[in-house]
């Protein structure tokens, strides 16, 4: 039997290796190996088995890793669409679909002593006082481990050992999993009661979870090509509903319908700021009863530990649910019944290294080829999203209104030209905020502030030269940390002292000052107005610790903060019924970014910092303080009308040829000398014209500087490349640039279908 292996080595190729007699039961599509590569001994993954080889003298596998393959033949064939589609190695997508803690060569497993108690026979032995009394905790638990014992009984592992000594206990190495939520008291729940609109889209998911169960399996062969496979037609459902229509509890009783099917459920959630609150509910409903089942759990902030074993829970089928972000699009979850892919329209989907995938796409791919149903939530759906479903392409499910007959909030949009003309100067908190938030003070409700911008001020200028600390790495200002003490720069991290007076020689004006808010001022001047008011900030830099977040939501919950102060972290999935006051303040920031998705992107987020208003019995008030308040994005968002947004944005849209009319592949050349950067650019660009002359409808657009010319000391310019043919586009492109002659110190990186244009 012949193994073809694609290698940890970026080669773009794989090897055939001979597959010796004894390892011929362990190999399979998936398995890790170890094989001989010149002089080195290397890892790498098995991507097909065949009978012949059109190489002689083939080397034999080493080793084969683990007694089970770690990636489906399913997911293996999602790693070489996802190579194809994206532009990139085949390695480097193997490497995106499994765990570096799981690629390991060392099975990874944590080994623990177990105390465990032994019959007595004859004698009781003769035992201290201390003995005795960890004696008495042993045989009152029978099991337990050596260092939970330890702790409990407040003694040292030597005394344990006497008793070892005395025949009275045995002590053995076990496999001790690691769960990041061990600690957390789950109270179980039940099913919640669905109002009309909730039960006609849970009907309909489940109506297409038993179709996929009568259409078969649709399984793939592990030797075939990606290009060969015919994806099914979508059963994918946007579920678009407003916030606090109860999304969360079609999702649960969803994945209720493929557990009782034997189908397994992926849950994917757009920040790990979001995975606890959601891992927690999931967990409630599913920790007990006749559907009970593991929750796994993958993000980044686990421990390499933590996400080893809880990739294995998975692969071992023990784990039934999957909660996580982006990379949990690739759990071994077999078989797989339903992905579920909660507020799709975030941009935190999309990988911002190689492999630059977004997960909400390959959510809809595996869906389709492994017959699961998938569903797509958001109450601000992309636009690419909600064309699919005019398009016919997704079904359409909408929840028009919130849970328990509760109101939407009532948003007040302030003009803060208004405002910087009343109070000569611009203020943080208009007057109607400031007397909003005097009232909820007085009515123990909490409040919650909104600016997507952390630190004290953005810039530090010169009234009299014009001086503006700028970053000497990147083109953008530095930003001033009031508490640190500290100018740093958000995009590279390089830090300065703050100086006393103005650094120019020619100047030296002790009158410097700062422009520009970030949370940190926010925070500062909240304390200054509301002395008695328990204010906390949430942002990156308050958040060291991976208990920080849940630690801070907590307090809220329990009414130990009056406002929270935020960055878009607290923007979106939260629910406070006591939070009857939501402050934007300062809305229309991210409409002067130079992306077409400034608009939708705005309306989105304060769609979602709104919809955190109102969620109990007292009705919600949002103050949306803007300079613009009359552009389109914020009025939409004002009346909570999505449909209107989305007409007038897809306009726009079609005019110019954008997503979703096209596709688009952005090519960033970065390096350090300007002059060798445009170059090479220009010459790609002849390059380019060549490759896709025959390709219709396809426009190369720049190059151009981008729009942050330098960052990390690297200057940045740009081509896009608009297209309706992204397939064959990508092709071309991986053909054109792995031979690019481009110069040593010029990087070049594909980003297809971007969401950020920066």
């Known amino acids: 039997m012949i193994a073809r292996v694609t290698l940890e080595i970026a080669l773009r190729r794989e090897f055939d290796y001979l597959v010796p007699a004894e390892w011929e039961r362990q190999v399979e599509v998936g398995s890790r190996v170890q094989v001989p590569f010149g002089p080195r001994k290397v890892l790498g993954v098995v991507t097909a088995l065949a009978e012949e080889s059109d190489y002689p003298n ?151 979870m038993h179709r996929s169960r009568r259409g078969g399996s649709n399984r793939e062969d592990g030797n075939a090509k990606a290009s060969s496979l015919v994806p099914r037609p979508s059963s994918t459902f946007l579920l678009h509903g407003v916030t606090g229509s109860g999304k969360t509890e079609v999702y649960l009783q969803a994945i209720a319908h493929a557990l009782e099917q034997g189908k397994g459920a992926i849950v994917l959630v757009p920040e790990i700021s979001l995975t606890p609150q959601t891992v927690e509910r999931f967990k409630a409903r599913f920790c007990s009863g006749n559907l009970q089942t593991l929750v796994a759990v993958l993000h980044s902030h686990l421990s390499a530990g933590e996400r080893h074993d809880e990739w294995h829970k998975i692969r071992q089928g023990r784990a039934r649910i999957v909660v996580g972000a982006r990379s949990a699009v690739f759990a071994p979850v077999e078989p797989l019944g339903l992905i579920i892919v909660d507020e799709e329209h975030e941009h935190s989907y999309k990988q911002e290294e190689a492999p630059r995938y977004h997960a909400r796409d390959l959510a809809v791919l595996r869906g389709q080829r492994e017959n699961a149903v998938v569903v797509l939530g958001s109450a601000t759906p992309s636009l690419e999203t909600f064309h699919n479903c005019v398009r016919k392409k997704y079904a359409l499910l909408e929840l028009p209104e919130r849970a328990d007959d509760k109101k939407m909030p009532l948003v007040r949009v302030v003009d803060m030209r208004q405002a910087a003309r009343q109070e000569k100067g611009i203020p943080i908190f208009s007057p109607q905020l400031k007397e909003a938030i005097t009232q909820r003070l007085e009515r123990q409700e909490q409040t919650i502030l909104f600016l997507n911008r952390r630190g004290y001020s953005t810039s530090l200028q010169c009234p009299l030269c014009g001086y503006v600390a700028e970053c000497p790495n990147c083109s953008v200002t530095l930003t001033y940390h009031r508490k640190a003490a500290k100018l740093l720069c958000h995009i590279c991290g390089c830090e300065q002292p703050v100086p006393a007076r103005c650094p120019n020689e020619k100047c030296r004006n002790p009158g410097i000052r700062y422009a520009g808010l970030g949370t940190e001022r926010v925070e500062h001047t909240l304390q200054q107005l509301f002395p008695r008011a328990r204010v906390v900030r949430m942002d990156s830099d308050t958040l060291k610790r991976k208990e920080d977040y849940r630690r801070i939501l907590g307090d809220f919950r329990a009414g130990k903060i009056d406002i929270l102060v935020g960055t878009q972290m607290i923007a979106k999935g939260l629910h406070f019924p006591n939070v009857t006051l939501v402050g934007i303040i300062y809305a229309d920031m991210a409409l002067h970014q130079p992306d077409f998705r400034a608009g939708e992107r705005t309306f989105q987020l304060l769609t979602q910092v709104a919809g955190r208003a109102g969620r109990g019995e007292v009705e919600g008030e949002v103050f949306v303080q803007a300079f613009t308040p009359f552009h389109p994005a914020i009025q939409y968002a004002r009346r909570h009308d999505y449909t209107g947004f989305y007409e007038q944005e897809i306009e726009f849209r079609k005019a110019l040829a954008y997503p979703p009319f096209s596709r688009i592949a952005l090519i960033t050349l970065k390096g350090r000398n300007e002059d060798k950067v445009r170059f090479t650019a220009d010459h790609l660009h002849r390059e380019l014209e060549q490759a896709t002359a025959d390709l219709p409808g396809t426009q190369i657009k720049g190059p151009a500087p981008a729009p942050l010319l330098r960052a990390e000391t690297l200057y940045r310019y740009q081509l896009t490349l608009h297209t309706r043919q992204m397939t064959e586009l990508s092709g071309r492109l991986a053909a054109l640039l792995g031979p690019f002659a481009a110069p040593a110190d010029v990087t070049l990186t594909v980003d297809i279908d971007p969401v950020n244009l920066l």
């Open 58 to 208: 083939l080397k034999p596998v080493l080793k084969v890793i683990g007694t089970q393959s770690l990636v489906t033949p399913k997911v293996l064939q999602l790693a070489r669409w996802m190579a194809d589609y994206y532009c990139c190695a085949p390695e480097i997508a193997l490497k995106s679909v499994l765990p570096e803690a799981v690629r390991r060569e060392q099975a990874g497993w944590r080994e623990r002593l177990h105390v465990r108690a032994l019959p007595v026979t004859g004698e009781f032995p003769k035992l201290s006082r201390r003995q005795q009394e960890v004696w008495n905790l042993i045989e009152e638990r029978r099991e337990l481990p050596l260092q939970e014992l330890v702790e409990l009984a407040e003694t040292t592992a030597s005394t344990v050992r006497r008793l070892e000594d005395k025949g009275l206990i045995a002590l053995s190495s076990e496999r001790s999993e690691r769960d990041p939520y061990v600690h957390e008291h789950i109270v179980p729940t039940q099913p919640l009661p669905l109002n009309a609109a909730q039960a006609q889209a849970l009907e309909a998911i489940t109506t297409a």
